[in-house]
């Protein structure tokens, strides 16, 4: 099995159970978006809560060079954790929304 697959078949079932959450708001809801080539993960919020049109990005996964960037993580928990309990290992995984410089302060990839 490839890296992608490989990626994709750990990747997919843990970020699909966070989109199948309910929002305690019925105006609110997840929405999950996978590119074709299954390099981009997104999990949005989208919806409206009074008056205010609700569309952010709450996690954001890129697979780039057979490692996961992990390029926003608004997750109460952080997915980093839910990839290492899959098995990914720590020297596969960017934490993408530190700086560069500052990456190496992690026990995470750099790059």
């Given at each position: 099995?490839?890296?992608?697959?490989?990626?994709?078949?750990?990747?997919?079932?843990?970020?699909?159970?966070?989109?199948?959450?309910?929002?305690?708001?019925?105006?609110?809801?997840?929405?999950?978006?996978?590119?074709?080539d299954?390099?981009?993960?997104?999990?949005?919020?989208?919806?409206?809560?009074?008056?205010?049109?609700?569309?952010?990005?709450?996690?954001?996964?890129?697979?780039?060079?057979?490692?996961?960037?992990?390029?926003?993580?608004?997750?109460?928990?952080?997915i980093?954790?839910?990839?290492?309990?899959?098995?990914?290992?720590?020297?596969?995984?960017?934490?993408?929304?530190?700086?560069?410089?500052?990456?190496?302060?992690?026990?995470?990839?750099?790059?």
């Amino acid at each position: 099995m490839d890296k992608l697959t490989e990626f994709y078949n750990i990747i997919y079932p843990i970020i699909k159970e966070y989109a199948d959450l309910p929002y305690y708001d019925k105006n609110l809801q997840h929405k999950l978006v996978i590119s074709d080539d299954h390099k981009d993960y997104l999990l949005m919020t989208i919806g409206w809560k009074n008056d205010v049109k609700i569309h952010g990005c709450v996690v954001h996964l890129e697979i780039i060079n057979d490692k996961i960037w992990i390029h926003r993580d608004g997750l109460e928990d952080g997915i980093a954790d839910d990839l290492l309990r899959a098995g990914i290992p720590k020297h596969e995984i960017v934490l993408a929304f530190h700086p560069p410089e500052i990456r190496h302060l992690t026990e995470f990839a750099v790059n």
